[in-house]
């Protein structure tokens, strides 16, 4: 059975950062591209950022991008979410999810299998 755990989430002042992290297991976690999505509130999913199985092709929605960096851990099952320079548009709840970019214009597709952390940017 897949399980994600999302952690790292928290209250932060604009222009603090956070590194967000998702425990993956249940599947081959190196075989599988990997998203973050967020969920803000009273909005629907939005798609964050993709990478690849091995890393090697990061993507970013342009309302992150320059911003926010992807990464992931094969070895150790994990993949990451580095959040500086952060706004208070980018309150929401963070999920992880296996798919890959390919579906970030509908966000809905993907299943999210973990619970999300919370983000609040706040002054």
Not at 9 to 27: K, W
Not at 78 to 85: A, E, P, W
Request: one cysteine or more; proline letters at 5%; hydrophobic letters at 30%.
């Amino acid at each position: 059975e897949v399980h994600l755990v999302e952690s790292g989430g928290g209250l932060v002042q604009p222009g603090g950062s956070l590194r967000l992290s998702c425990a993956a297991s249940g599947f081959t976690f190196n075989d599988t591209d990997m998203t973050w999505v967020r969920q803000a509130p009273g909005k629907g999913l939005e798609w964050v950022s993709s990478i690849s199985s091995n890393g090697s092709t990061p993507d970013y929605s342009d309302s992150v991008k320059g911003r926010f960096t992807i990464a992931r851990d094969n070895a150790k099952n994990t993949l990451y979410l580095q959040m500086n320079s952060l706004k208070t548009d980018d309150t929401g709840v963070y999920y992880c999810a296996p798919g890959s970019a390919g579906l970030r214009r509908f966000p809905t597709l993907y299943t999210l299998w973990g619970q999300g952390t919370q983000v609040t940017v706040s002054p």
